[in-house]
């Protein structure tokens, strides 16, 4: 046992099945285990994506494998914390269908029929962040039988993970996610990614032995905390900065046993804690606050109740509470919110879908630099939470609870009332006027609308976005189909991890557009995200066979089709700004033959650095790494044959582009596709073969991929 990892064991728990261990768990108080809804099915012999609250005489056991391995504990479910899986984001949505990942809920709290012994320890919880090297453990409890992983992106409601060590077996489901750097869980497993070579697990039940691979998923910290709002707070690592000037001022503040008791006993009751009693002191009231997940503004919250009862004027003091509140601020920056206010905000953003993270903190901090890329806006408003108002502003978590709101009821969304009513509750916590809450809404809602009128009439047509994965040499695919549209919609729609033929992809993309496209789908933009290795990859000649209803489906005929590259990075970022913003007077560039040599290519494309319109006119062997070369400096559009050359083709090519504005390109490529299909007695047409990268970073490709994605979104 790694020394450094004992808090992981002292909290690790393995959840029994009539045949053995069917999965893991994590305790996150003396009576309670938090594990993943699927793990409690296996163990009852249910179906894993059972939804059914199971009885109170429905009972599993439970063990801690590293304190007491014999000994075995009773487990029920808590009605309050019953989440099964489910396909959407909506609690009582369908259970996900065979092979769908990610899916929604899967998280279940079991209470023991005992507490836990002296030696077992909750563990302490922390945000994933970075690209810390994190371990998971089998459900046997056997400190040998880890996994090694990274975490590649967090996004709700997974994590994902590429795996570096060790098999994925079923008995890691709802065990913790260990980051040995930072010393906390960071998530639950939940699933790992099959492919068609290894063998599907059983649907029922959770065996011993499951399969292995080479992507990894967890559960969050902010997707467990959405999903059950009523979760006692979790540990955290106690705070060591400012703790003994937080005692100090407490001191000051507290002047008796009775009160430091009597706050003792709230903060208790209030974190799902048991309280001391008549051992009360001031380190224990502020190791119960600094132990627990926003814990302090919880302890501020019964602090500033208590006083107000007894000694208000003490309230009014220079060196007192606003001192206590600095302090606080120094053990715990980031801890504006007490729990439940936190939950409650949580549950609010989960069913947001018209506001970009990103963009919600370039608009709240514009000045802020160095910001982590928000994955969700659960952790954007995590980080505006941590930021003080600017002299006659309101808070920044504040001013991004407003422009959410204002975002949400424009695109017709019900949440925003309660975001408005959740800011007017919270206001005063944070020292903030209501009206001057409202006011600022106000004007969000002005510049919003302006912004939107001088955009026009929408946003443009949908996207139907297929991540595309192909399989060496390129006749098999994994993929995963998003939809996007102007309205704020970004979502999975589709899912396929097993690997299909082509045909299978234009059937799901054809049921997308039937289904999921609920804005214009005959104008919808198909667009494929795919390697740079695999960009002359003949999507637009892929079919769907004729049938009764509506007859064969042909992308490149129906549909505006452009493929995308899966490794856009921030360093091309700048280049890719400056070509765009050049796109309607900047003159195209022809990459002929001459220009095989990368040196070539290379001075062309920097001595034209405001060039966003290339095309590339030579052997198929030199194509894709002057197609690399292209992405490298940022070009916005590329088009190319993939089987001619020659004068009088880069000639074609040229004059196809020359007088079409460049957001007409993928229309005017469609129409060529569609004559060279027409006129199937001439072999040698312009469209037979003709590909474009129509490529701009403002969508990034979905978070879960199998593999790692390098494109990010500025």
């Given amino acids: 046992m790694n020394f450094d990892d004992a808090a992981l064991y002292r909290a690790f728990v393995s959840i029994l099945g ?33 939804t059914a609250l199971p009885l109170r005489d429905q009972v599993v056991q439970v063990r801690l494998p590293h304190v007491e391995l014999e000994h075995k504990f009773v487990g029920r479910v808590d009605p309050k914390s019953w989440r099964p899986p489910r396909s959407r984001s909506e609690l009582g949505s369908a259970p996900p269908s065979a092979g769908m990942l990610p899916y929604y809920g899967d998280l279940a709290v079991l209470e023991l029929n005992a507490e836990a012994p002296s ?43 590429d795996v570096q060590g060790g098999k994925v077996l079923d008995g890691f489901s709802g065990g913790p996610l260990w980051d040995r750097e930072r010393q906390a869980v960071v998530g639950l497993v939940v699933a790992d990614h099959q492919t068609a070579r290894q063998s599907a697990p059983p649907p029922s039940r959770a065996g011993r032995h499951g399969t292995s691979g080479t992507s990894m998923y967890a559960i969050g910290l902010s997707s467990i905390e959405a999903e059950l709002p009523s979760l006692p707070p979790v540990a955290v690592p106690t705070a060591g900065r400012g703790h003994q000037r937080f005692l100090a001022i407490l001191e000051e503040l507290l002047t008796t046993r009775h009160a430091i008791k009597e706050c003792e006993q709230r903060l208790a009751a209030q974190l799902g804690r048991k309280s001391v009693g008549q051992a009360a002191d001031v380190e224990r009231l502020a190791g119960l606050a600094t132990g627990v997940r926003r814990g302090v503004p919880e302890l501020l919250d019964i602090v500033y109740e208590y006083l107000d009862e007894h000694h208000p004027s003490s309230l009014t003091e220079p060196d007192g509470w606003e001192k206590l509140l600095r302090i606080s601020r120094l053990v715990r920056p980031r801890e504006r919110l007490s729990p439940k206010r936190r939950r409650a905000l949580n549950a609010l953003l989960a069913q947001c879908r018209a506001t970009d993270p990103s963009a919600l903190l370039r608009i709240v901090l514009p000045y802020a630099e160095g910001l982590p890329i928000p994955d969700s806006l659960a952790a954007a408003t995590d980080i505006l939470e941590g930021y003080d108002p600017q002299p006659g502003q309101i808070a920044p978590l504040l001013q991004g609870i407003s422009h959410i709101s204002v975002q949400e ?29 409202e006011q600022f809404r106000a004007q969000a809602a002005t510049a919003h609308s302006i912004t939107f009128a001088s955009r026009g009439a929408g946003a443009g047509p949908p996207r139907v976005q297929v991540e595309l994965l192909p399989v060496s040499p390129g006749h098999l695919f994994t993929y995963q189909i998003w939809v996007w549209s102007g309205n704020g919609r970004h979502e999975v729609v589709s899912t396929q991890d097993t690997e299909v033929p082509s045909q299978q992809i234009v059937e799901a993309i054809r049921t997308v557009l039937r289904t999921e496209v609920q804005e214009d789908p005959e104008t919808a933009l198909l667009e494929f995200f795919v390697a740079p290795a695999w960009l002359r990859l003949d999507v ?20 505006r089709l452009v493929l995308r590259s899966s490794e856009r990075t921030r360093e091309t970022y700048a280049g890719w700004k400056r070509r765009s913003s050049a796109l309607p007077n900047a003159p195209r560039l022809l990459l002929d033959e001459r220009c095989t040599d990368p040196a070539v290519a290379r001075g062309q494309l920097e001595v034209s650095p405001d060039t966003g319109i290339v095309i590339i006119c030579c052997n198929q062997r030199q194509q894709g790494r002057m197609l690399r070369q292209c992405l490298q400096a940022g070009v916005h559009t590329v088009l190319w044959h993939r089987e001619d050359q020659g004068r009088r083709l880069a000639t074609d090519l040229l004059a196809l582009v020359k007088s079409i504005d460049h957001t007409g390109i993928p229309e005017a490529i469609r129409l060529e596709r569609a004559k060279a299909l027409a ?31 390098a494109l990010t979104q500025p």
């Fill in 18 to 50: 009539p045949s053995g261990a069917v999965g893991a768990g994590v305790l996150i108080t003396p009576g309670l285990v938090l594990t993943c809804a699927h793990v409690v099915n296996s163990a009852l012999g249910r179906d894993r994506f059972d």
């Fill in 119 to 161: 030696d077992a320890e909750p563990a302490p919880f922390l945000h994933q962040s970075g690209g810390n090297e994190v371990v998971a453990l089998w459900a046997s409890g056997h400190p040998l039988t880890t996994v090694r992983a990274v975490p590649r992106v967090s996004a709700h409601p997974w994590i994902a993970l």
């Fill in 409 to 437: 009821r424009a695109a017709g969304s019900d949440v925003a009332d309660d975001l408005d009513a959740w800011a007017a509750r919270t206001a005063p916590r944070l020292r903030v006027e209501r009206p001057a809450v």
């Fill in 540 to 559: 637009d000649t892929w079919e769907f066979p004729d049938d009764v209803d509506d007859g064969g489906f042909h992308p490149g005929i129906h549909r």
């Fill in 679 to 709: 006129d199937p007695d001439c072999l040698t047409h312009l469209g037979r073969g003709l590909s474009l990268l129509h490529d701009g970073p403002d969508h990034r490709p979905p978070p879960l991929a199998p593999d790692p994605w």
